[in-house]
Structure formats: C-alpha cells, structure tokens
C-alpha cells in the first residue's frame, strides 16, 4: 500500500507542476506567447512624402532607371526584401521589412533604409509608380500594423535616339 501512496503523490506533484506551468505560461504572454515571433511587414514611409519616393523626369524605353525609396526602421524591424511588378508603363512597389521579436531590445532608436530599386518600362508615355508601405513603424504581436499608403509618382518614358 506504501507504493501506491508513493505513486499517487507523485503524480499529484506532476500534475500540479503542470497545472502551475501552464498557469505561468498563460500568465507571461510575452514570455511564452502563441503569437507569432517573427514575420515581413511593409515597410513604413512617412514624413516628406515628396522625400520617400524619388523618380527621374524623363527615362528611355527598355532602359533600367533607379527609384529611391526610403522606409523606416526601429527595435525589432529591420530592412527586407522588395517586391516589384512591371507592366507596360505601370510599376508597383512594396518594400518590405523582417521583424523579429524580442524582449531585450537594443536602444538603436528609429533609423531609415534607403533603396534604390531598378525598372523598366516598355513603351513610350507617361509611366505610373505606385508604392506601398505603412503610415508608421509597426512590429507584431504587439501593435497593431500601420494603415496601408500608397504613393504615386510619374514618369515620362521616351524612344532613344
């Protein structure tokens, strides 16, 4: 009978270590969240918009010509990848950041990422660019992601000589 009261205090202490585990864990969400800790976001643009976006006047058709665009970054956001779509004389752009979440956040404040992203048009008139971010700097889980701004810009886009 001594083994059996040795095995079921045993278990109770088991169970209740579970139990007081779990209670932690839902108690310490950012601790031990089920939210996701890592993801790509848009990039966030604001300020001067006339600043975040530059485009040349005039470019040639067939020819690469360079868009700069300059995103914001803070703690836990850091610059990513860019998306490009090119069709005849349109041009959709969304510059991306990776977050990555974490408790200990390195004070390096709010910095900016300039990207000098390259297309093409293939044919003659007036070419439209359209980039996409965010209205401000946004990490998950803990903020919700900034509203959705597009900026536009347009280019002429003549035959060579």
Request: aromatic share 8%; with cysteine.
């Amino acid at each position: 009978m001594e083994k059996q009261s040795d095995v079921r205090s045993t278990m109770m202490q088991r169970c209740a270590l579970v139990l007081t585990a779990a209670g932690l864990m839902a108690g310490c969400g950012g601790l031990f969240s089920s939210e996701p800790q890592h993801g790509e976001i848009a990039g966030a643009m604001y300020g001067d918009m006339e600043s975040v976006v530059l485009v040349p006047d005039t470019v040639h058709v067939n020819q690469p010509f360079p868009i700069s665009i300059r995103t914001f970054f803070g703690c836990n956001v850091e610059p990513g990848r860019t998306e490009t779509e090119a069709t005849r004389l349109h041009a959709t752009i969304t510059p991306y950041m990776d977050w990555r979440y974490s408790l200990s956040c390195p004070d390096r404040g709010i910095g900016n990422d300039l990207r000098h992203v390259y297309i093409r048009f293939d044919h003659e008139g007036t070419g439209e660019i359209t980039v996409v971010g965010l209205d401000r700097i946004s990490w998950p889980p803990h903020e919700p992601p900034g509203d959705t701004v597009r900026i536009y810009r347009t280019v002429q886009v003549v035959r060579s000589k």
